[in-house]
C-alpha cells in the first residue's frame, strides 16, 4: 500500500483509476497485437481488428486482442488500484465472500427472466433520437454490433467455447472487478447514498460499452449487477449473473446457427404479454433478493458479515 494512498480525495482516487485504466486498455490490445504481428502482417491484421474475418483464425486471432483488452483495462486496473490501497486486494474487491446458493438461483433466474423487458428498454432507446453531432456513437455501436454478430456466427464447437470464454466469462470477471468491486465499493466506502452510487456506477458501465441503442438497457442492467453486490457484499453473484446474461446470448446464437432452435430469438419481436411477464418476474426477484439481503459493512477491506444466514465464507 503506498502510505497517505487512502487519504487521497475520492475525486482524485477516481481520476487515477480512470486514468489507468485508459493507459492499460490501450497497452494490453497493443502488445497483443505486436504478439501476433509477425504472423499476420501489418494490413490483414489490421482488417481482422476492425472486424473483417476471412477465416474462422481471423475470429480467435481478434477474441486473443478483444480479451487481452478486456482483462488489461478492467481486471489488471482493479488489481492495482486495489494493491495501493490495501495489502487486503481479496477483501477490498469482496471476492473473498461467497454467496448462499439461494441469492445465486434467485440471481440467475432474474437475468433470465429479464430478457424480454431487456430487450423492451432496447426498442425504447431506439426510438430517441440522437443529435446529429453523436450520430458516430450510433455508427460505432452498429459496426460493434456486426463484429459481434460475425463473430458468433457459424456452427464450430471450438469458436463458441472461444466465444463464451472471451465474449461472457472475461467481461463478466474483468468488468464486475472494475465496476462493481472498485467503483462501486469504493463510492460506498465513502458513505454515498447507495442508490446514487448503484445508478452513477451503471450509467458509467452503459457508457463504457459504447453502445447507443442499448445505453438504457445496459444501464438498467449494470445497476442491477450493482444491487446484487450491495445486498451480498459479494463481487461473485453480480459476477455470475454477468455471465449469465453473456452467455445466454451467446448460447442462443449457437443453438440456432446449429439449427437446434428454429428462430434467432435475439432478433425476435417479444409480444406485449412477455414483456410484463418478464417485468413482473424481475420486480419479484428484486423483492426477494431484498429480503435475503445481507447488512454489509463496506469499510474498507473488511466488510464484516452481520447476518451469517444464507451465506457461507
Known amino acids: 500500500m503506498i502510505p497517505g494512498f487512502r487519504n487521497l480525495p475520492l475525486s482524485a482516487r477516481l481520476l487515477l483509476m480512470g486514468a489507468m485504466f485508459l493507459f492499460n486498455y490501450l497497452l494490453f490490445p497493443t ?26 483464425t481471423d475470429k480467435y486471432i481478434f477474441l486473443f486482442v478483444q480479451g487481452a483488452a478486456s482483462l488489461g483495462a478492467f481486471g489488471f486496473t482493479s488489481l492495482l488500484m486495489s494493491q495501493l490501497e490495501t495489502r487486503f486486494v481479496v477483501k477490498r474487491l469482496a471476492l473473498g465472500i461467497r454467496p448462499g446458493l439461494k441469492l445465486i438461483l434467485i440471481a440467475v433466474f432474474s437475468i433470465i427472466a429479464a430478457q424480454a423487458f431487456i430487450q423492451f ?21 452498429k459496426h460493434e454490433e456486426e463484429i459481434m454478430q460475425a463473430l458468433m456466427k457459424g456452427s464450430s464447437f471450438k469458436l463458441f467455447l472461444c466465444n463464451s470464454v472471451v465474449l461472457a466469462m472475461v467481461p463478466a470477471i474483468g468488468e464486475e472487478l472494475f465496476f462493481r468491486g472498485l467503483i462501486l465499493g469504493e463510492l460506498l466506502k465513502a458513505r454515498i447514498s447507495p442508490i446514487v452510487a448503484i445508478l452513477v456506477t451503471g450509467f458509467l458501465f452503459s457508457i463504457a460499452h459504447a453502445e447507443y441503442d442499448n445505453v438504457l438497457a445496459i444501464w438498467v442492467l449494470g445497476s442491477f449487477l450493482g444491487y446484487l453486490y450491495y445486498v451480498s457484499g ?29 428462430a434467432d430469438i435475439a432478433e425476435a419481436d417479444m409480444p406485449l404479454y412477455a414483456t410484463l411477464v418478464s417485468i413482473v418476474l424481475f420486480l419479484l426477484c428484486l423483492f426477494a433478493l431484498n429480503k435475503w439481503r445481507r447488512p454489509v459493512d463496506f469499510e474498507l477491506g473488511d466488510p464484516e458479515l452481520i447476518n451469517e444466514e444464507n451465506y457461507s465464507e
Not at 236 to 262: D, P, R
Open 31 to 56: 502488445v497483443a497485437a505486436l504478439f501476433v504481428l509477425p504472423f499476420y502482417g501489418m494490413d490483414k491484421l489490421t482488417g481482422v481488428l476492425n472486424g473483417k474475418f476471412v477465416t474462422e
Open 121 to 141: 428498454l432496447v426498442e425504447i432507446n431506439q426510438k430517441i433520437p440522437l443529435p446529429t453531432a453523436l450520430n458516430f456513437l450510433a455508427e460505432q455501436g
Open 234 to 262: 459479494s463481487l461473485w453473484l453480480s459476477v455470475i449473473a454477468h455471465f449469465t446474461n453473456n452467455f445466454l446470448l451467446i448460447l442462443l446464437k449457437y443453438l440456432y446457427n446449429i439449427g437446434f432452435i428454429k
